[in-house]
């Protein structure tokens, strides 16, 4: 059993995360912590950022903050601790990064079914199996 572990999620996806959720619950041990975590693409450059309204990246990082708290709520049973958190970044860093932050035990991610050219996981899923200081058990979707 684990004490702490980090669930990335695509809230655009919500019937492949359902599936991860599925296989991370009986895997958190008695008064364990999930973190749930949705990670929202960043603007890069900002020259790109020029582009949009001032408050855009804050409102959109507000606003994927409800949906993720939305699908939590929605999917998460009761008795569960859980902590949503909304990074704007790159996928597979912020998963690495917040996995080291918040000092999981357990990364429980989805990985989609791959095409020829991703051999055996998703692009997102191979980079965190391969540089995460945790265990990663990946879900196929």
Same mark, same amino acid.
Request: no cysteine; hydrophobic share 45%; proline share 7%.
């Given at each position: ?57 804050? /409102? ?9 708290? %939305?699908? &939590?709520?929605? #999917?998460?049973?009761?008795? !569960?601790? *859980? ?31 791959? /095409? ?9 899923? %191979?980079? &965190?199996?391969? #540089?995460?200081?945790?265990? !990663?058990? *990946?879900?196929?979707?």
């Amino acid at each position: 059993m684990s004490k702490t572990i980090l669930l990335p999620v695509d809230i655009n996806h919500p019937k492949a995360e359902q599936k991860s959720l599925k296989e991370a619950l009986p895997l958190l041990g008695d008064g364990g912590v999930l973190h749930v975590v949705s990670v929202a693409p960043s603007f890069g450059m900002a020259q790109v950022s020029g582009f949009f309204p001032a408050q855009y990246e804050k /409102e959109h990082l507000a606003e994927f903050g409800k949906q993720l708290s %939305a699908w &939590v709520k929605e #999917h998460v049973p009761g008795g !569960v601790t *859980v902590k949503p958190h909304v990074l704007p970044g790159t996928i597979y860093d912020e998963i690495l990064r917040a996995a080291d932050e918040l000092n999981v035990d357990l990364i429980v991610m989805g990985a989609h079914r791959p /095409e020829l050219s991703d051999y055996l996981l998703g692009p997102n899923a %191979a980079r &965190v199996v391969r #540089h995460a200081n945790q265990s !990663v058990y *990946v879900v196929r979707s």
